[in-house]
């Protein structure tokens, strides 16, 4: 079964400042998919970043990027410029590509941003 | 464009009763899916349809439980009869799933928040 661990349960950051999030999975498949997810107070569930597994590159949306490490089995993700709304719940997330639609998430990791 | 909408977005409840949540998808989405959240086990998939045929319930506690889809643009997730231990966020996602190396990301409702007293 595929397992996603997210190590850090609460991580803080000074505003402006750069801070990495950490995810390990587990799984037996080759081709998936890598997602992190954000929950503000208000609850929501918002995409952050998503990353295809057969791709090399790893993805970026402007202040946010990942690091993709397949062999390792590794995806960290990268807030650069932190702003007070970057405080949130951060959910790493797995999906096999084909055959299951399931999203498997990890516990979360709680982002404090120090103004 | 409207998102995935969620009703009712609070709900308290005493325990027996039956409770009915209510999901819309995002037009056009094809894949449907209720997650749970609770402090003691994160989010979990309680079960989702794709074209309306349900695919994976596995998540569904217990035979308490049940959802429907009865068209593409409508689910519900019933609990019958509620107990305190159902308490927690109960969220509704939608996508588009469109075969290898080409499925879309989930889109996820604003959630449910479930008291039963």
């Known amino acids: 079964a595929q397992t996603v661990t997210q190590s850090q349960p609460e991580m803080s950051v000074q505003e402006a400042e750069t801070v990495t999030l950490s995810c390990t999975y587990d799984?037996?498949?080759?081709?998936?998919?890598l997602f992190w997810y954000k929950q503000p107070p208000s609850r929501q569930m918002i995409l952050v970043i998503r990353?295809?597994?057969?791709?090399?590159q790893n993805a970026t949306e402007n202040r946010f990027s990942v690091n993709f490490q397949k062999a390792a089995k590794s995806f960290s993700l990268k807030i650069s410029d932190s702003q007070l709304g970057d405080a949130a719940m951060y959910f790493c997330a797995y999906k096999v590509d084909f055959g299951n639609e399931k999203l498997t998430f990890g516990t979360g990791t709680r982002l404090t941003i120090i103004p | 464009d409207a998102g995935v909408i969620q009703s009712p977005r609070h709900e308290v409840t005493e325990m027996g009763q039956e409770v009915t949540l209510r999901c819309k998808p995002i037009?056009?989405?094809?894949?449907l899916f209720w997650y749970r959240q609770t402090m003691m086990r994160g989010l979990e998939l309680l079960i989702y349809?794709?074209?309306?045929?349900?695919?994976?319930d596995s998540g569904m506690p217990e035979d308490r439980f049940s959802a429907k889809m009865p068209n593409a643009s409508f689910s519900t997730l019933k609990i019958q009869p509620s107990e305190p231990r159902d308490s927690a966020v109960y969220f509704c996602?939608?996508?588009?799933?469109?075969?290898?190396?080409?499925?879309?990301?989930?889109?996820f409702g604003d959630g449910t928040r479930l008291s039963i007293l």
């Open positions: 799984t037996s498949e080759s081709d998936y998919y």
């Open positions: 037009s056009g989405h094809n894949s």
């Open positions: 990353q295809e597994a057969y791709k090399q």
């Open positions: 349809f794709n074209n309306n045929v349900p695919i994976d």
């Open positions: 996602a939608s996508s588009l799933a469109l075969g290898r190396r080409a499925d879309q990301p989930q889109h």
